[in-house]
């Protein structure tokens, strides 16, 4: 009979993660922000950035050829494994960003909690079909940028959720996207300020190793004159 690796290997990757997530400067001075109630959507991009960099770390110094069988992430490994740390990394993301927007509609006089979007099963699934069709050693590179950038499409997720439940409501949200360093035509013709309802749908979508943040911010809490 087969052995079950899931299990171990699952128990290992979670516990490499906490440990690095307790010592992560960064990550511990965006948890003291939000706790102080001064947090913005900028440093939920960077929470959720640093999170999918220490998975992606992860990925990297706990799975080897030598750890799987046959040298090979098969379907029904990849599929329990990266559904449940990237399930986890959803729920780390979501919630602060989540809280983020709670304390920036108070700020807007606002009395909204802020609401995490819907887990994206899609992306996920996308992942494990890709990580699961060669040897390990060919597909790694699905652990590293993608998990990355899964992570910061999370917080992008959380402020079109809120930006458009907001709009809906009759406000009118205003949507900021910086860019980050020297970056390509497409990001630089959705950079800028979008107040909704004219906010370009490509607004919240990244490319792969794209490292533009998304902003949103309430306003002043009055509804549109229409």
């Known amino acids: 009979m087969t ?19 307790s ?10 922000k939000i ?8 440093d939920s991009n960077e929470f959720a950035s640093e ?6 770390n992860v990925f990297k110094e706990n799975i080897s050829p030598d750890d799987l069988p046959d ?17 986890r990394n959803y729920k780390l993301i979501s919630d602060y960003s989540s809280d983020v927007q709670t304390s920036l509609n108070r700020s807007a006089g606002l009395r909204i909690k802020g609401i995490k979007p819907p887990k994206n099963q899609d992306r996920i699934r996308g992942l494990i079909e ?20 899964f992570s910061q499409s999370l917080v992008d997720d959380t402020i079109r959720t809120n930006a458009e439940f907001h709009n809906r409501l009759g406000l009118k949200p205003k949507i900021v996207r910086k860019l980050n360093g020297k970056c ?12 909704y309802p004219n906010v ?14 998304v902003e949103y911010f309430p306003g002043d809490g009055r509804k549109q004159n229409v």
């Open 200 to 213: 370009p749908k490509d607004v919240y979508r990244r490319h792969r190793f794209c490292r533009c943040t």
């Open 35 to 42: 706790k102080a109630g001064k947090a913005t959507h900028q």
């Open 71 to 87: 040298g090979k992430m098969y379907y029904n490994i990849a599929d329990r494994v990266l559904n449940s740390v990237l399930g």
């Open 3 to 21: 052995k079950d690796i899931v299990p171990e290997l699952l128990e290992k990757l979670e516990n490499e993660f906490v440990n690095k997530y």
């Open 23 to 32: 010592k992560n400067k960064k990550i511990n001075s965006a948890v003291k």
């Open 51 to 56: 999170c999918g960099k220490m998975l992606a």
């Open 184 to 195: 390509c035509d497409w990001c630089e013709e959705v950079a800028g300020e979008h107040e």
């Open 130 to 149: 890709r990580v699961q069709e060669a040897p390990i050693e060919k597909t790694k590179w699905v652990l590293e940028e993608p998990i990355v950038n």
